[in-house]
């Protein structure tokens, strides 16, 4: 059974930072694409960051560009969020997704499998 568990999220200042962990179960880690997204009140869900398997290489959405560092530790299944210099835009629920395959791409819906989500509040 295919598990996504995110942790990290709450609240806190602009300018400030969160680390988001995403703990993978249930299929092999290191041969899926992982990624983050994030849906706030009234928005669609939106691509965040990502890193396919296939290479060692990092994407990001242009909003988040030099403030998120997505990384991935393929001995320990998990996936991570560095967030720095947050702003209140940024609030959002943040999910952790895994894409199979050997194509990669941000559309939400090529992505296999989801977590259940974790809340960051950015005030101002």
């Known amino acids: 059974q295919v598990q996504l568990v995110e942790s990290g999220g709450g609240l806190v200042q602009a300018g400030g930072s969160l680390r988001l962990s995403c703990a993978a179960s249930?299929?092999?880690?290191?041969?899926?694409?992982m990624g983050w997204f994030r849906q706030a009140p009234g928005k669609e869900r939106e691509f965040v960051a990502g890193?396919?398997?296939?290479?060692?290489?990092?994407d990001y959405a242009d909003s988040v560009k030099g403030r998120f560092t997505i990384s991935r530790d393929n001995a320990k299944n998990v996936l991570y969020l560095q967030m720095i210099s947050l702003k209140p835009e940024d609030t959002a629920v943040y999910y952790c997704?895994?894409?199979?395959?050997?194509?990669?791409?941000?559309?939400?819906?090529?992505?296999?499998?989801w977590g259940q989500g974790t809340q960051v509040t950015v005030s101002s």
């Open positions: 997704a895994a894409r199979g395959g050997i194509r990669y791409g941000r559309s939400s819906s090529q992505w296999n499998y």
């Open positions: 249930g299929f092999t880690f290191s041969t899926y694409s």
């Open positions: 890193m396919p398997w296939t290479d060692s290489r990092t």
